[in-house]
């Protein structure tokens, strides 16, 4: 079986965004500032040379692992297993030289219970001058961005009696708003956890929403001007009071094996998808009198994403299924096209284009196009590793980051 991990202006304080020292073109999180896969780049390049981008720089030592970074304000963050311990790391986006590296927890005898223990899958989060991570045997850490020393950790499993749909470990990228951290420990003592994210204290448990994790990250939104977590398990879509754990609404969706992919909110909009067979859903949320209510819009088999997430630009929602990249009206659930592409892989669109990127190291430029599918440009990435390339795409500042096991490579994706 394979693991397919893959690896989520506020009016009050409280839950306002990632914020300070953010800019508009960083990377701070799983699927960017808006955990929407959408980056902001311009002047990229619109297709590529038979042998690809050129590579600017490569580097290794960086421990087993599946996350993809996050880089803010010139400094790469990511994660590693190495000696039966999981790492944290930073390098400067320039050359790839480490700034630091630490060690967050030994975890040699967890992973001998997970599926595929290379290593980390979740991405870190970068909040002011706090960095967190979530290692796959559940150790949530907080760090110093400056230095690497961890200021407070907290273990899902062991601490929080946290609780996975299956066998692969902990993947969700741990969600800021405000002073709050999110996290899914899922479970009996509550699905999801609020935590205070300078001293680590736990908030509250939703103990009315009891569900194991899945493999998803936490999304915020606001629906009917409520301001909730957007939460996807295996078991069901819900939204969460962010103040007070609250179930606000919660819709039966049953998934299977492993739900990957990260919700996508817009407006009252709530779309989901996953692999297995179990395919794509559209739900409209709305609210009378502060009671919510869930309607299902339509339910199709037409797009399975079974990790690396889709990304909607516009009225239409893009991803991977199976072998086929499929371009799906987001509101009506019609496929606009599906087309043979290189197969499922980890998705992100920049300046009109997708970086379609498959579990072989492959590739793909494909052209934002509800009218038909064009590829670009394709190329398989130099010095492979043996495992499966799930980490995501980044591109931050004209270069692309992609992440193979114990390597990190950097190319040039800018016009000249």
């Avoid at 197969?343 to 590739?363: K, P, V």
């Avoid at 064009?374 to 692309?400: A, H, Y």
Wanted: aromatic share 10%.
């Amino acid at each position: 079986m394979r693991l397919f991990l893959l690896l989520s202006a506020a009016t009050a304080v409280l839950f306002s965004p990632l914020r300070k020292s953010i800019r508009a073109d960083d990377w701070p999180q799983w699927r960017g500032p808006h955990r929407d896969g959408v980056a902001t780049e311009k002047g990229l390049l619109d297709s590529w040379p038979e042998a690809g981008p050129p590579l600017l720089w490569k580097v290794s030592g960086r421990g087993g692992g599946y996350s993809s970074p996050a880089i803010v304000k010139g400094t790469i963050y990511g994660t590693g297993y190495r000696k039966g311990e999981e790492v944290v790391w930073a390098l400067s986006a320039s050359d790839g030289s480490e700034i630091w590296n630490s060690p967050t927890a030994d975890v040699a005898a967890a992973y001998s219970d997970i599926e595929y223990p290379e290593g980390p899958r979740a991405t870190p989060t970068v909040d002011g001058d706090r960095l967190y991570v979530l290692g796959t045997a559940g150790q949530l850490s907080c760090l110093e961005r400056a230095t690497g020393k961890v200021v407070w950790a907290r273990n899902l499993t062991s601490e929080m009696g946290g609780e996975v749909m299956s066998d692969w470990g902990y993947s969700e990228a741990p969600l800021v708003m405000g002073d709050r951290l999110f996290c899914t420990p899922g479970g009996a003592r509550g699905a999801l956890a609020a935590l205070n994210k300078m001293t680590g204290e736990v908030l509250w448990r939703s103990k009315d929403f009891q569900d194991p994790a899945a493999y998803t990250s936490l999304v915020s939104a606001e629906i009917s001007g409520r301001k909730q977590v957007v939460v996807l398990t295996g078991a069901s879509v819900a939204g969460i009071d962010p103040e007070s754990g609250e179930t606000l609404w919660q819709v039966e969706r049953k998934g299977k094996i492993a739900v990957v992919p990260t919700p996508i909110v817009q407006d009252d909009l709530v779309w989901v998808t996953s692999g297995y067979g179990v395919g794509s859903h559209l739900f409209k949320i709305s609210e009378t009198d502060g009671k919510f209510a869930t309607k299902q819009v339509y339910a199709s088999k037409k797009l399975k994403n079974e990790f690396g997430g889709a990304v909607r630009v516009g009225d239409y929602v893009y991803a991977s299924s199976g072998v086929v990249f499929v371009c799906m009206d987001f509101k009506t659930g019609e496929v606009v096209w599906r087309e043979r592409s290189i197969g499922s892989g980890g998705l992100l669109y920049a300046d009109g284009h997708f970086y379609l990127r498959n579990d072989r190291g492959i590739l793909a430029l494909i052209e934002a196009n509800p009218k038909a599918y064009v590829e670009k440009g394709q190329f398989e990435q130099s010095d492979r590793g043996e495992n499966k390339t799930w980490p995501t795409p980044v591109i931050v500042d004209g270069k692309l980051y992609l992440r193979d096991q114990d390597k990190l490579l950097c190319y040039d994706v800018r016009k000249k």
